[in-house]
């Protein structure tokens, strides 16, 4: 893009930083849309009121089958607020769709998805593959592009995570 269309703009006093910034704005706006489609595709399935989150966690507690406790679903969906996932695990236990299970030592309690749970994940999945993944399959090389970006994803979320420590050892400017 032509400087001039980025000049004014503070994220961005040059073309690399232009490019940069043009992604986070278009990663954010692919946020709120994911964020949106996974809500109201959990509404059909749950109908009740549970939030984005819940509905990711649900989807982390089903995957591979296997119980999990809250560090490992924090540490899969890449957050670090465990008491918010403790509570969004008892909401998801209150409404039927988890249940506590003890780990094999008897001393720690994990989640398994209940029949309920099974239920609504895979409903959630039969819309999924109607809606979303027969429009995503129109996409010329979807597969490759989709496989592509995963990766290019997960090396940028170490990239920010390193800067994201980084910016924590920074003074405040307490002048603002």
Do not use: C
């Not at 990711?56 to 008491?83: F, G, Y």
């Not at 996932?85 to 001393?107: A, C, F, M, P, T």
């Amino acid at each position: 893009m032509e400087p001039k269309y980025y000049r004014g703009w503070h994220l961005a006093k040059n073309d690399f930083e232009y490019k940069t910034t043009e992604f986070e704005w278009s990663l954010i706006r692919f946020y709120e849309a994911f964020t949106r489609f996974v809500y109201t595709t959990g509404m059909i399935t749950i109908g009740g009121d549970i939030k984005f989150a819940e509905h990711i966690i649900l989807h982390v507690i089903r995957m591979q089958d296997r119980p999990k406790n809250s560090a490992t679903i924090a540490r899969l969906i890449n957050r670090d607020d465990i008491p918010n996932i403790q509570y969004s695990l008892r909401k998801l236990e209150s409404i039927g769709l988890v249940e506590k299970v003890r780990d094999g030592k008897g001393n720690q309690f994990n989640y398994t998805v209940t029949e309920l749970g099974e239920k609504v994940t895979d409903e959630y999945h039969d819309i999924k593959a109607h809606i979303l993944i027969e429009r995503l399959q129109e996409i010329q090389k979807a597969p490759e592009k989709l496989e592509s970006m995963a990766r290019f994803l997960s090396i940028l979320t170490g990239v920010y995570e390193e800067a994201a420590r980084d910016s924590a050892t920074i003074t405040p400017n307490s002048d603002a």
